[in-house]
């Protein structure tokens, strides 16, 4: 499981933070076969009950075609588009990654576990790499 309870990211110079169960009080969630909250592992196995006989017989290299053009219709959401838009187009692009997960036999919460703790290069919560 890539959530965790205990996780408390700064929010401030001061040190003050909101747990990760204060965020998730924050946000709606759906309920899904797999209980209120859709985890990584989640999303990767409806996306797979959903669309994995259709992925698998489109295959890899048209996966990645879709997931690109669906970032590219993120990108001009971004640019363009209404917070509506914006988020109709953040989940094609989990559906699409979710996908190309599966595909490859891979998992999404393994893929996140480096930035589990923090930054993986330095390690901190926020970020203390400076660009450049």
């Known amino acids: 499981m890539f959530l965790c309870r205990a996780l408390t990211i700064p929010l401030d110079a001061a040190g003050k ?31 797979a009950a959903t669309y994995g006989e259709q992925d698998g017989e489109r295959g890899i ?24 838009e914006q988020l109709h187009e953040l989940g094609d692009v989990l559906a699409w990654l979710a996908s190309l997960a599966e595909q490859l036999d891979l998992s999404l919460e393994d893929a996140m576990a480096r930035y589990a703790h923090g930054c993986p290069r330095c390690g901190a919560i926020p970020c203390g790499c400076r660009a450049g």
């Not at 933070?17 to 990767?44: C, F, I, K, N």
């Not at 996966?63 to 509506?84: F, H, I, M, N, Y």
Request: net charge positive; aromatic share 6%.
């Open 17 to 47: 933070g909101l747990s990760l169960a204060g965020r998730l009080r924050r946000h709606r969630w759906l309920v899904t076969p797999y209980g209120a909250l859709m985890e990584l592992g989640d999303l990767q196995r409806l996306m």
């Open 61 to 84: 290299p048209a996966t990645v075609a879709w997931l690109t053009e669906e970032l590219g219709e993120l990108a001009q959401a971004v640019r363009k588009g209404t917070p509506s």
